[in-house]
């Protein structure tokens, strides 16, 4: 996968300025796209309760219309990367987007729960290749000079679109029925297409291997399946053979010649560390978004709109201090601020534990939803900057994948474990005392994991020293490798 390298192969000899009216196409493109993918992952979380209530479904039924979408992106976004380097990023990337169209129409138009959660691993698909070429274009179709213009106005506009999708969503579920949530990502989705087939230029890997690493992708994506279907499902031999088809993609991507994942990545100590603390913590966050906007609309009353806007903050002030908190992690390394961010994300956990019947926003869910977006704000960036540190420039892009996939796993597997845990699972969204306390039990569970998180970031980060007005997170990733 190669989001963030430079592009090699099929480019123009002369890549247009971000300022140019070609360049802020690119930009259109790539940025409507990757917003997309992350907005339709947000608003059907606040949309939930309502397809539960039109459909008949029930807390499981739930957690597939959320995980059949995660589960296709997670194990098929380091493939999406690899087909674009082979195929040609921009192929790829709008295959991805009239794929993505189309399931949303489907979506859309579904009649029954499983239709709809057929309907969601189809956009998950498509969502799988639509990601990885986002950032990708960015840095095969703009000139070098305004690449790192162009890749923060990418962060920042999709920040933006992150910020807007819970109040958005909210919004048109009280409009126009939770369908809307998904009908509004088909004239999104299929401007991304027209302006790339018009505007973006194509771009290939030429060092791409010859075959997709096919083991491998059949490997994650049936142990992924098997493990999240038997974590849903409760049952124990569907979770062994999950784990056992993982264990069996470990050593397809030890022994093949081009797998998805190099093992030579976890050479690095800091690569390493770093996702065994994505994993944890990236675990615990999907959790909490998933079940503080089911918990306050079910149990606290709040209609779509407010609960929607009740967890603006946590995207406001990550986007508002991100930038410094990443630069002062750069001059003085990431394990202090990786620490602490954990630690007040697990503290702002706590006080949303206590979200209960007809709690006030000023009172019960704000200080708890300012406290944990700081901590979020303080991890975020310090983590971010450690993977592209971690490994030379040229593995940048296969590194950003990797802990993606990470991340979007976690997710994954935190959302088909723990309401069925806490015995939510089976109790129907009218049962607000029953999802009440399977919430708060499932809250702890989440804090559990940040603070686990912590201590990994605390004991094995290395700790940094100042040499000499070197980058020291790279200087920190170079001695991790020796």
């Known amino acids: 996968m190669s989001d963030v390298i430079a592009a090699t192969g099929a480019v123009p000899a002369e890549r247009p300025r971000l300022r140019s009216s070609a360049g802020r196409r690119i930009v259109a493109a790539t940025v409507l796209g990757s917003a997309v993918v992350s907005f339709d992952a947000t608003v059907v979380n606040i949309a939930a309760p309502h397809i539960g209530s039109d459909l008949g479904a029930d807390m499981v039924d739930l957690q597939w219309v959320v995980s059949g979408y995660t589960l296709a992106l997670a194990s098929l976004i380091l493939v999406g990367g690899a087909l674009g380097d082979r195929f040609g990023r921009r192929a790829v990337f709008i295959w991805g987007s009239v794929g993505f169209a189309l399931a949303s129409a489907w979506c859309g ?114 142990g992924l399946g098997m493990l999240t279907y038997g974590l849903i499902a409760a049952r124990v031999w ?78 406001a002030i990550m986007l508002v201090s991100s930038t410094w908190v990443g630069q002062w992690a750069q001059r003085h390394g990431a394990r202090v601020p990786m620490t602490i961010g954990l630690l007040l994300a697990a503290a702002g956990s706590v006080l949303l534990a206590q979200i209960g019947t007809h709690a006030s926003y000023s009172t019960a869910v704000l200080p708890g939803v300012v406290l944990f977006g700081a901590g979020m704000a303080v991890f975020v960036a310090p983590l971010t900057e450690s993977v592209f540190a971690a490994v030379p420039t040229e593995e940048a ?75 020291i997170m790279a200087a920190i990733a170079r001695r991790a490798t020796r």
Do not use: K
């Open 238 to 315: 569907m979770e062994l053979v999950g784990v056992a088809l993982l264990a069996v993609f470990v050593l397809v991507q030890i022994r093949s010649r081009h797998p998805l994942v190099p093992p030579a990545l976890f050479g690095s100590r800091v690569f390493t560390t770093v996702n065994l603390v994505t994993f944890p913590v990236y675990a615990a966050l999907g959790c909490v978004l998933f079940l503080l906007l089911l918990q306050l609309q079910v149990v606290a009353g709040y209609s779509p709109l407010a609960a929607g806007a009740a967890t603006m903050p946590i995207t």
């Open 397 to 471: 892009g296969i590194a950003s994948g990797v802990n993606n996939a990470v991340a979007r796993i976690a997710q994954l597997l935190a959302i088909a474990a723990i309401p069925s845990l806490v015995g939510i699972s089976r109790a129907p969204l009218t049962d607000a005392i029953a999802f009440g306390a399977g919430y708060r039990a499932a809250m702890w569970i989440c804090i559990g994991m940040f603070a686990a998180g912590a201590v990994l970031a605390a004991v094995l980060m290395p700790r940094p020293r100042n040499i000499g007005g070197q980058n």
């Open 109 to 222: 138009a579904a009649s029954d729960v499983a239709m709809l959660v057929t309907a969601r691993v189809v956009q998950g698909v498509a969502g799988a290749l639509i990601t990885p070429g986002s950032l990708a274009l960015i840095s095969a179709s703009i000139d070098p000079r305004d690449q790192g213009a162009a890749i923060g106005m990418w962060s920042g506009l999709g920040g933006v679109a992150g910020a807007i999708g819970p109040i958005a969503g909210g919004w048109l579920v009280e409009l126009a029925g939770w369908r809307s949530v998904f009908l509004i990502n088909v004239p999104l989705a299929v401007a991304v297409a027209v302006i790339s087939v018009r505007c973006v230029p194509e771009s290939r890997d030429p060092h791409a291997p010859p075959r997709p690493d096919v083991l491998g992708t059949a490997a994650i994506v049936t």
